[in-house]
């Protein structure tokens, strides 16, 4: 027979698991009936009495909660003291740690996440008061208060936590990849706070693996990098400064930070981390890729041609060195900034689009090679699809795929094809890459509710191309970065959709799997097809077109800038690598025609080094450097245009002309002067001129762009002729005519996926 004593026993060890059950499962009321039960049944048990006062904090019961751990420790005898507390600590730890698990349960609902993130938090806070310098429980109150948008920088003060890693506390009994992970965790949230720099600077110190620190910064810089936003390349910065002062040749780092220092307008900084990134390159690949790097951020600034010259020249030898050696290699793909990063400089130098883009068409042939030879296995798939019939009744499936389909170029240019796309003969997808939105936003309103359907992807190039090709089933991908993203160019190679496009963005890509490129009449040349690997596509009229563009209030004032009323002002407004010596050479000479003028200069590029090199060339040629002014940056787009109106005449640069801030002068109806080439990028503006029917200030040799900038500067009524001319433009032209070009491209997609049906390559 079972004692009483069995009998009891039994009971408590039924009443435990039942307590241990009902706690799992958020019961706390009942958790606590069944724990109050065992207090009685087994008054020295002191365990039973932590976890009573755990289900009293969980049911908002604090003072009882405290009250019941307090009465049981002041019972305890001194012997008995820290043994005991140190049991309440496991109990709360374990507790925290079992909610903490729950919090990162992917199948938890959000509910429970809150709740649970809540109470490990309080639990935490407990632990606390109790071990006031136990730095695991503080490292886990950091990343709680982190998920519960209430940690604060002073927060590392008033737990003490700063002052615990300035007095070398113990951490080995810490797991270090964990304790980076916090650090990582805080960085993120507050990079921006002192303290938590302090924090994050005192924690790595104690972390004696520089390769570990180095790695976790890289990869978190390089997610945050992607997305286009003022605080995420903040953040990325902050880490990869970090992963450089673990790693100094680091060569990813190096180029990223880079960008990042030039994007934020640390130009001379830039230019010596891409210098560091170039001279760490090995191998005939990776050096064409890092002196790419180079010539951009030197381009960039506005000034050090003479040097970017000597390094595209070099660039031009490596391309033909590489295509007569390159051999693939299984495992080592090549990456697409061999292609994007290196033909992306060419056009700021040179028009020789024959030459130019043959190499282009090269390379490019030999990265899709490269690529469908290293992922065989996953692009025969893709190719089922090219020859399925498709149902007449069924509509077109037509992706646009882009980065910058936000507030940038593209996204203001391509917005209104949007606006007018036919829902009824076509299914429209937008692919945001890397790039973050909010509802409301730019890309909300012109791009995402304007489709079908709308994805973002920051992932990998084969993964987005088999979402597009074996989920969505896409028609038509439209392709508007061109080479200006390498995630986009490596989707596009692998052909993921039976019709492939580009439109819009630079030029074409030199892709095999690219099958058209859209154009007009105007911005390539009648014999442009034998340098194209795509098909041209050339549509009637205009290859983009505009409803308009929002106007904001203007700031720029000619007694702002000491420019007297009745001088003649030219505007040139274009990036630091667009600003070509001898563009510059050729407006001054325009200057020196024309008395009481002056040149204002609007540039992206470093205002100190771009100042210097227009004085120096102002000085060769004749020009007093009190013509010259030099604007800073606007607040926004809308403030932009609507300071153009300050120019009489706008100056067009080359060999890359203007495209969106053309489009943007014509329609604030200033005239321009451009000089007309044979690459793509040196016609925009004579190809948007011609489709507002104005030829007057088009030019096709320096001569003739002295000669129209002297005419519109001393003839103030051929200016007002033009100005007139554009303001009735809007009625008539097909440029601003987005409704018309809407139909246009429809039509073309439809002819595209005609062709494709009957098997026409």
């Known amino acids: ?22 706690l799992r499962n958020r019961r706390y009321v ?29 049911l908002g019961e604090e003072a009882e909660a405290q009250l019941t751990w307090m009465t049981i420790l002041a019972e305890a005898t001194p012997a008995q003291s820290d043994e005991w507390v140190q049991s309440l600590i496991t109990v709360l730890k374990t507790e925290a740690s079992r909610l903490d698990a729950n919090v990162l349960d992917p199948n938890a609902e959000e509910g429970a996440i809150a709740d649970d993130t809540r109470l490990a938090w309080t639990v935490r806070q407990y632990i606390r008061e109790i071990a006031p310098d136990d730095l695991d429980n503080l490292l886990h109150l950091i990343l709680l208060s982190i998920r519960l948008k209430q940690f604060e920088g002073n927060n590392l003060l008033d737990w003490g936590i700063i002052s615990l890693l300035e007095s070398q506390v113990d951490l080995s009994s810490l797991d270090l990849p964990w304790l980076l992970q916090v650090t990582a965790q805080a ?16 924690c790595l110190r104690r972390i004696n693996n520089p390769p570990l620190i180095a790695a976790l910064f890289l990869e ?4 945050f990098s992607r997305f286009y936003t003022v605080r995420d390349d903040a953040l990325a910065t902050c880490y990869l400064e970090y992963c450089l002062q673990y790693d100094p040749g680091n060569a990813a780092a190096l180029r990223d930070l880079s960008r990042l220092y030039f994007t934020g307008g640390k130009f001379t900084e830039a230019i010596e981390l891409s210098r560091r990134f170039y001279a760490i390159c090995e191998g005939i690949g990776p050096q064409i890729m890092g002196i790419a790097v180079l010539i951009s951020r030197l381009l960039r600034t506005g000034s050090y041609w003479e040097e970017a010259w000597a390094l595209f020249s070099q660039q031009q030898t490596m391309i033909q060195q590489f295509l007569a050696e390159y051999e693939p290699h299984k495992g080592t793909p090549l990456e697409p900034a061999i292609v994007c990063g290196s ?24 990265y899709q090679e490269d690529l469908h030879y290293q992922a065989q296995e996953y692009i025969e798939p893709f190719k089922g699809r090219y020859s399925v019939p498709k149902n007449k009744k069924d509509k077109i499936k037509i992706a646009y795929i882009s980065s910058c389909l936000r507030q940038h170029s593209v996204g203001w240019l391509s917005r209104w094809l949007f606006n007018y796309h036919s829902h009824d003969r076509f299914e429209i997808y937008t692919y945001h890459i890397d790039q973050k939105y909010q509802e409301g936003s730019f890309t909300d309103m012109w791009f995402v509710k304007n489709a079908d359907h709308s994805a973002t992807f920051d992932g990998t190039p084969l993964g987005i191309a088999q979402h597009i090709n074996e989920q969505d089933e896409i028609d038509i991908l439209v392709d508007l970065d061109s080479i200006t993203h390498g995630s986009t160019f490596g989707i596009m190679a692998f052909k993921p959709a039976p019709v492939q496009v580009s439109w819009l963005g630079f030029d074409a890509t030199g892709l095999p799997a690219v099958d058209y490129f859209v154009a007009d009449p105007y911005v390539l040349p009648d014999n442009a097809q034998d340098y194209y690997s795509e098909k041209i596509w050339r ?10 563009f929002e106007v904001g209030v203007p700031t720029l004032r000619r007694e702002h800038l000491a420019i007297p009323s009745d001088a003649v002002i030219y505007l040139t407004t274009q990036q630091g690598q667009k600003l070509h010596p001898e563009t510059i050479r050729i407006q001054f000479k325009i200057l020196q025609e024309v008395p009481n003028s002056y040149l204002l200069i609007k540039s992206r590029a470093d205002n100190l080094l771009l100042k210097k090199t227009f004085e120096e060339v102002a000085e060769a040629e004749g020009i007093a450097c009190d013509r010259l002014k030099f604007l800073s940056g606007t607040a926004n787009e809308y403030i932009h245009r609507a300071n153009l109106q300050i120019a009489d005449v706008v100056l067009d640069t080359f060999p890359y002309n203007g495209a969106t801030t053309t489009l943007e002068t014509l329609w604030m109806g200033i005239p321009i002067v451009t000089k007309a080439g044979q690459q793509f990028s040196a016609r925009n ?17 320096d001569e003739e762009y002295i000669e129209w900038g002297v005419r519109l500067g001393k003839d103030v009524n051929l200016r007002q002729h033009v100005r007139g001319r554009l303001w009735q433009s809007r009625q008539i032209s097909p440029l601003w005519n987005a409704k018309q070009f809407t139909l246009e491209m429809e039509k073309a997609y439809e002819q595209m996926w005609q062709l494709s049906q009957e098997g026409v390559s």
């Open 1 to 22: 027979m079972q004692t009483q004593q069995t009998v009891n026993a039994n009971a408590t060890v039924l009443l435990s698991e039942q307590a241990e059950t009902a």
């Open 30 to 58: 009942q958790a606590s009936e069944l724990y109050e039960e065992l207090v009685t049944l087994e008054p020295e048990h002191i365990l039973h009495y932590w976890r009573l006062g755990l289900t009293r904090l969980f």
């Open 187 to 202: 960085i993120e949230d507050w990079f921006e706070d002192p303290l938590v720099i302090q924090f994050a600077d005192l």
């Open 220 to 223: 978190k810089a390089q997610h």
């Open 343 to 366: 033909f992306f400089n060419f056009p700021y130098f040179e028009d020789k689009p024959a030459e130019s883009r043959s190499l282009q068409n090269k390379m490019a042939k030999v």
């Open 539 to 548: 549509l009637s009229q205009t290859y983009v077109a505009v409803d308009g």
């Open 685 to 701: 503006s004579y190809a948007f001129m011609m489709n507002v029917g104005i030829s007057e200030g088009i030019a096709w040799t």
